[in-house]
């Protein structure tokens, strides 16, 4: 069956810190791939998204992640840390070519930054 | 352009009750989700519309709950009769178009938080 794994619950970085939040993914064929972070008192906003090509995609607010298939892995970086960037962060993958709004998702990861 | 709103944002309930929670999509977007999550758990999706029509409730969990969306515009999500395990959050996001170019950019409400007591 299809699964997402986000394998850290809770993160704390450093403001200006670079950031690395980690995915591992199930899935029979080529996966559709997202991150998604909801901020406090907001609904989930899609940071970026991995369909084929370059396995390296940039997104919204600084954010990129790479695509590794040997690895089953998606992980999002981010080279220095924002206090606005305290969120939680939740990986999905897309489930069936035909109907992509239907996502997994990852447990989250709750994102903590220090002054 | 006003984003998917979702309400009531916070709704208490006794075991037993019915409670009604409503989603306003973004104007023209026919696909509308619905999805949920339990606490420390993960989102999960319940179903999804296209436009009026159902076109997969695989994740609803059972048949209390009940999912409309008349018109095409609105829709509701109806929990009769509510037992505690319903507790959690929410979520309904909307979508202008399916296919590969708008694939899985969902535009998600802010969620709907339900305790049943």
């Known amino acids: 069956a299809q699964s997402v794994t986000q394998p850290d619950i809770h993160i704390t970085v450093s403001e200006g810190a670079s950031l690395e939040l980690r995915c591992n993914y199930s899935y029979g064929a080529t996966p559709y791939l997202f991150w998604y972070v909801q901020s406090p008192g907001q609904g989930l906003q899609l940071l970026l998204k991995y369909f084929s090509g370059d396995t390296l995609v940039q997104g919204i607010k600084g954010f990129e992640a790479e695509f590794k298939r040997s690895q089953s892995s998606f992980n999002l970086r981010k080279p220095s840390v924002h206090w606005s960037d305290a969120a939680e962060y939740f990986c999905a993958v897309g489930h069936g070519s035909s109907n992509t709004g239907k996502l997994i998702f990852g447990q989250g990861t709750t994102l903590q930054v220090k002054p | 352009e006003a984003g998917v709103t979702q309400f009531p944002s916070h709704s208490v309930i006794e075991k037993g009750q019915t409670v009604t929670l409503r989603c306003d999509p973004i104007s023209g977007h026919d696909n509308l989700y619905w999805y949920r999550r339990v606490m420390g758990k993960e989102i999960k999706f319940l179903l999804h519309?296209?436009?009026?029509?159902?076109?997969?409730e695989s994740g609803m969990p059972n048949n209390r709950f009940l999912a409309e969306r008349t018109g095409g515009t609105y829709s509701t999500l109806k929990v009769q009769p509510a037992e505690l395990e319903d507790s959690g959050v929410y979520f309904c996001a909307s979508s202008q178009v399916s296919g590969r170019a708008s694939a899985g950019e969902l535009f998600f409400g802010e969620g709907s938080r339900l305790t049943v007591l």
């Open positions: 519309f296209v436009k009026e029509s159902k076109q997969d």
